[in-house]
């Protein structure tokens, strides 16, 4: 079995569409999602509706969680509170009640599958450093999990110490366990525009990051177009 991981599709309808060609490429034979289907980008509905009809296992990501309620938009900087907004004046309430049921974490084969933590699913907190990693360790049941909300591909590594790293393809170690983050489709944040997703063969034992080249100028258009901060169109042809 060869499962696709995706993670912070952010409403990039045009690099999901190139991530599902390549998913297809690939034999993938399974696609789950990280959380964040929508926010920042300007086709939320349209990303929603795909992950939707394929019946995509998805996790809850922050922005999930704030385009489909009325909380407060503490500490968020304005480009991302204004996207917020916008999401919400999009998704009609049935979309939004999808959005609102989605799970913190959820398991798919032998993974687990959450948007940022597993030591505090709901807080949203960001793994950049192995420290981070260590905290979310003692609360993985499975030897691999998969996480996003960082929009950073990397890998962490527990045996005795928690290492961690960028990767583009490893062999998994059985005796190890791994706690990996995928990159984002939507909006990368590694200083590489690529849109990015991760191949996990299951027979072959193998992780690897995928990145592809999408039209990165339709993506703008289309948030210029919205009346979306300019920022949120820039920072897609930087990849940060
Ligand atoms: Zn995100």
């Known amino acids: 079995m060869k499962y696709a991981i995706i993670a912070d599709i952010h409403g990039n309808l045009d690099a999901f569409q190139v991530v599902l060609e390549d998913i297809r490429a690939q034999n993938a034979t399974h ?7 929508v926010g920042y980008n300007a086709q939320p509905k349209e990303c929603l509706k795909i992950v939707r009809d394929m ?5 809850k990501g922050n922005h999930d969680d704030l385009c489909s309620t009325n909380n407060e938009l503490e500490g968020f900087n304005p480009h991302a509170a204004d996207a917020v907004h916008w ?3 999009q998704l009609d309430e049935e979309e939004k009640a999808w959005l609102r049921d989605l799970k913190y974490t959820r398991m798919a084969a032998n993974f687990t599958m959450v948007h940022a933590t597993l030591d505090a699913p709901d807080k949203w907190q960001y793994v950049f450093d192995k ?3 260590a905290a979310s360790f003692p609360y993985q049941n499975t030897q691999m999990c998969f996480f996003g909300h960082t929009h950073v591909p990397v890998a962490f590594m527990r045996d005795t110490v928690v290492r961690g790293g960028t990767y583009s393809k490893f062999k998994v170690d059985s005796s190890k366990k791994y706690f990996i983050n995928v990159g984002a489709v939507g909006q990368p944040r590694d200083n590489n525009p690529k849109s990015a997703y991760v191949i996990y063969d299951m027979d072959a034992q193998t992780i690897e990051l995928r990145r592809l080249d999408y039209d990165i100028e339709s993506a703008q258009r289309k948030i210029r177009e919205a009346g979306l901060p300019e920022r949120l169109a820039e920072r897609l042809a930087y990849g940060r």
Not at 31 to 37: K, N, Q, S, T, Y
Not at 55 to 59: A, K, L, R
Request: hydrophobic share 55%; glycine share 6%; net charge neutral.
């Open 31 to 37: 696609i789950v999602c990280l959380g964040d289907v």
């Open 87 to 89: 999401t919400r004046a």
């Open 55 to 59: 019946n995509i296992p998805c996790v």
């Open 131 to 133: 420290l981070a990693a």
